[in-house]
């Protein structure tokens, strides 16, 4: 079998990448496009850990075909920071500690910028809920959650 | 390991013939959340996937004579977000939006939760209360069915070979109207349901009910129909009276199995608890 041929766009820029039919976009990401930043945890979709939007919907890579992104923009990590500026839910997570080993983080992160581009002012409800689909095995959560609600609370200062 | 092959056809025709021409071989990918996974575990090994999700008919939401016309490959994410359904159809809403994670929301699909067969699928027993039809494609024409007769065992369907679910047909709603779905599992969020319970129903402008709909998920091989639940429902205002026969027919109909999540005893008595409670947030929800 001939390997596929994709044009998509990753992080803003148009990307070209072969792949065989069965590989995931998290593997393409890792393997042929050297973007690591995104994990592999269980590869069956429960842990978050691979998370990136699709076409801005958050979204498991390990759950998506390296052949479906075809046309679609994948945003990753490794686009979250502005240069050398970090997202201010990066700079957040360092300042609150909101991370023990770091497997997690990068999904945790994702998946929180995707809830406040949608809801800039969640309830801790709201985002324990959203965040159900990302497990932090050094059992940051409290921590990750209070990050969450203050960077939002400060988004909204700085917009207002 | 024998070859994969990837296609994703643009039009419904080529889809068709290119499952007709694997015969059997092949499988289709909507979200892939159940087919990726059962992939990578080696349980299915086919030749071809077919992503349906390039076929316009399967795409979007449509209004139609009053109801919804819901693609097949359309993401529970975008059901949530259509102002229409989420009006119309609440217990249908909320029950796509139990299904996994926010990342599994925005890939899974109500077609694969039907296809894929699970007896726990949290949307089944929600659209079978809303009494959804679904079109399906195949070799031999297009037929139109009744969600409810679509799974007959745990990863079975009714459906012929070669043939594709496309669309979900929702109905328009009388005045009065409302419908629930509710989940039980032994934690808050991302597991499998061991009872879930879907009603839809209408009252008359006095409050009475004038018709019903209950099914239950996760306590038979398949989603039941609870015919004596929804009569039970008929003629009341939901009284006491009302739903003590609706939890006894929850009850009666169950045939669950004892597996980690839940023993029989505990599914046949959360089975009648949760008919019971969706049937009364239907209501108010009727009650607007």
Same mark, same amino acid.
């Given at each position: 079998?001939a =390997?596929?041929h994709?044009? !998509?766009?990753?992080?803003?820029?148009?990307?070209?990448?072969?792949?065989?039919?069965?590989? !995931?976009?998290?593997?393409?990401?890792?393997?042929?496009?050297?973007?690591?930043?995104?994990?592999?945890?269980?590869? !069956?979709?429960?842990?978050?850990a691979?998370?990136? !939007?699709?076409?801005?919907?958050?979204?498991?890579?390990?759950?998506?075909?390296?052949?479906?992104?075809?046309?679609?923009?994948?945003?990753?990590?490794?686009?979250?920071a502005?240069?050398?500026t970090?997202?201010?839910?990066?700079?957040?997570?360092?300042e609150?500690?909101?991370?023990?080993?770091?497997?997690?983080?990068p999904?945790?992160?994702?998946?929180?910028?995707?809830?406040?581009?949608?809801?800039?002012?969640?309830?801790e409800?709201?985002?324990?809920?959203?965040?159900?689909g990302?497990?932090?095995?050094?059992?940051?959560?409290? =921590?990750?959650i209070?990050?969450?609600?203050?960077?939002?609370?400060?988004?909204?200062?700085?917009?207002a | 390991?024998?070859?994969?092959?990837?296609?994703?056809?643009?039009?419904?025709?080529?889809?068709?013939?290119?499952?007709?021409?694997?015969?059997?071989?092949?499988?289709?990918?909507?979200?892939?959340?159940?087919?990726?996974? @059962?992939?990578?575990?080696?349980?299915?090994?086919?030749?071809?996937?077919?992503?349906?999700?390039?076929?316009p008919?399967?795409?979007?939401?449509?209004?139609?004579?009053?109801?919804?016309?819901?693609?097949?490959?359309v993401? *529970?994410?975008?059901?949530?977000?259509?102002?229409?359904?989420v009006?119309?159809w609440?217990?249908?809403?909320?029950?796509?939006?139990?299904?996994?994670?926010?990342?599994?929301?925005?890939?899974?699909?109500m077609g694969?939760?039907?296809?894929?067969?699970?007896?726990a699928?949290?949307?089944?027993?929600?659209?079978?209360?809303?009494?959804a039809?679904?079109?399906?494609v195949?070799?031999?024409?297009?037929?139109?069915a009744?969600?409810?007769?679509?799974?007959?065992?745990?990863?079975k369907?009714?459906?012929?070979?070669?043939?594709?679910v496309?669309?979900?047909?929702?109905?328009?709603?009388?005045?009065?109207?409302?419908d629930?779905?509710?989940?039980?599992?032994?934690?808050?969020?991302?597991?499998?349901?061991?009872?879930?319970?879907?009603?839809?129903l209408?009252?008359?402008?006095?409050?009475?009910?004038?018709?019903?709909?209950?099914?239950?998920?996760?306590?038979?091989?398949?989603?039941?129909?609870?015919?004596? *639940?929804?009569?039970?429902?008929?003629?009341?205002?939901?009284?006491?009276?009302?739903?003590?026969?609706?939890?006894?027919?929850?009850?009666?109909?169950?045939?669950?199995?004892?597996?980690?999540r839940?023993?029989?005893?505990?599914?046949?008595?959360?089975?009648?608890?949760?008919?019971?409670?969706?049937?009364?947030?239907? @209501? @108010?929800?009727?009650?607007?």
């Amino acid at each position: 079998m001939a =390997k596929m041929h994709v044009s !998509t766009t990753v992080n803003g820029e148009p990307t070209e990448f072969l792949c065989e039919p069965q590989q !995931t976009i998290l593997d393409v990401l890792r393997d042929e496009l050297r973007l690591t930043g995104s994990k592999e945890g269980c590869s !069956t979709g429960d842990c978050g850990a691979c998370s990136v !939007t699709m076409d801005g919907r958050l979204v498991c890579s390990c759950l998506v075909l390296g052949a479906e992104a075809e046309g679609h923009e994948i945003e990753t990590i490794e686009g979250m920071a502005d240069g050398d500026t970090l997202h201010p839910l990066q700079q957040k997570f360092l300042e609150r500690a909101a991370l023990q080993c770091g497997i997690c983080t990068p999904g945790f992160l994702i998946a929180a910028k995707s809830l406040l581009e949608r809801n800039p002012n969640p309830s801790e409800t709201e985002v324990r809920y959203w965040l159900a689909g990302n497990l932090c095995r050094c059992t940051g959560y409290d =921590k990750i959650i209070r990050a969450v609600l203050e960077c939002a609370a400060d988004m909204r200062g700085a917009s207002a | 390991m024998n070859a994969l092959t990837y296609e994703s056809p643009g039009s419904l025709d080529e889809a068709v013939k290119m499952l007709a021409v694997a015969n059997g071989d092949a499988k289709l990918l909507a979200g892939g959340t159940d087919l990726l996974v @059962q992939l990578r575990m080696g349980m299915i090994q086919p030749k071809l996937i077919i992503d349906i999700k390039k076929i316009p008919e399967l795409s979007g939401i449509k209004e139609e004579n009053g109801g919804y016309r819901v693609g097949a490959s359309v993401s *529970g994410a975008v059901v949530g977000e259509h102002a229409g359904m989420v009006g119309a159809w609440p217990g249908v809403v909320e029950a796509l939006e139990l299904i996994g994670s926010t990342q599994i929301q925005g890939r899974a699909t109500m077609g694969g939760n039907l296809c894929n067969g699970s007896p726990a699928a949290d949307a089944v027993p929600a659209m079978i209360a809303a009494d959804a039809l679904c079109t399906i494609v195949g070799p031999n024409g297009r037929r139109e069915a009744k969600v409810e007769d679509i799974i007959t065992g745990p990863g079975k369907t009714s459906l012929a070979n070669g043939e594709i679910v496309i669309d979900f047909f929702f109905p328009a709603r009388p005045a009065n109207s409302g419908d629930a779905y509710l989940r039980f599992i032994p934690r808050t969020e991302m597991d499998i349901a061991v009872v879930g319970a879907g009603v839809s129903l209408t009252l008359d402008d006095a409050g009475v009910c004038t018709a019903a709909r209950v099914a239950l998920g996760a306590v038979a091989p398949t989603q039941l129909v609870l015919e004596d *639940g929804a009569a039970a429902l008929i003629g009341s205002k939901l009284d006491g009276a009302a739903m003590e026969k609706l939890d006894a027919a929850a009850r009666a109909a169950c045939r669950p199995i004892t597996d980690k999540r839940g023993t029989i005893e505990y599914r046949i008595k959360v089975a009648g608890v949760l008919a019971r409670r969706a049937a009364k947030i239907a @209501q @108010q929800r009727a009650e607007g």
